[in-house]
């Protein structure tokens, strides 16, 4: 299980970006600020968990970094941030942890885990196969990161909760790859996967 994950992208997703790759960069501004409110709400809710706090407010920060850097190759290409589009993927991999759930910080640590592992997939598809040099250049600069705060998340699950986090991410995890495959395949972030 790759990076955490039940189902791999195939690299033919890629082809769809190449197809369109303002709308991949529009999709992903978005998603690095939904990434940086649901950081902070984590930090309000929980002021009890100092490491927490302080790790997770710095994963905010570089958030809205990416968010900045990210819209301005999307202008620099003659495109604009546009509207936020309903992001089925992460409404129904946060209906998903509803099920089963023993505890709300638990499946929000995990299902960040899960959307951050899903980017940096991607990010390193995107990174390694782009034709567009310059695109894959900046999505090469993001991988570290993104593996940082991937790591991050899965830490903070078990430092609070112990074996009940690696029990639980299985059953998240299958829940992710049942939702990936339901999704239509598209130019964006989270979006399914095309066969092959």
């Known amino acids: 299980m790759g990076l955490g994950l039940v189902?791999?992208?195939?690299a033919a997703w890629v082809e769809q970006v190449e197809r369109d790759p303002l709308a991949l960069l529009s999709d992903h501004a978005h998603c690095e600020l939904k990434?940086?409110?649901s950081g902070q709400a984590l930090v309000g809710k929980n002021p009890d968990f100092p490491r927490l706090v302080d790790e997770v407010s710095a994963v905010v920060v570089e958030e809205m970094e990416h968010f900045q850097l990210v819209v301005a190759e999307l202008r620099r290409r003659g495109g604009d941030?546009?509207?936020?589009l309903p992001n089925h993927?992460?409404?129904?991999?946060h209906a998903a942890s509803g099920q089963g759930r023993t505890s709300i910080l638990l499946d929000r640590l995990l299902v960040a885990h899960l959307i951050e592992g899903r980017s940096l997939e991607r990010f390193q598809l995107l990174a390694e196969h782009l034709a567009d040099r310059d695109l894959a250049a900046l999505y090469a600069g993001l991988?570290?990161?993104e593996g940082r705060h991937r790591a991050l998340f899965l830490s903070?699950?078990?430092e609070r909760f112990g074996d009940q986090a690696d029990a639980r991410l299985d059953q998240?995890?299958?829940a992710e790859a049942r939702i990936l495959a339901d999704l239509p395949p598209a130019p964006?972030?989270?979006?399914?996967?095309?066969?092959g």
């Open 156 to 158: 903070l699950a078990r």
């Open 172 to 174: 998240l995890a299958a």
């Open 7 to 10: 189902a791999t992208t195939p």
């Open 35 to 37: 990434a940086a409110a």
């Open 81 to 84: 941030l546009g509207l936020q």
């Open 143 to 145: 991988v570290a990161s």
């Open 188 to 195: 964006t972030m989270h979006s399914g996967s095309p066969a």
């Open 89 to 93: 993927y992460a409404d129904r991999l």
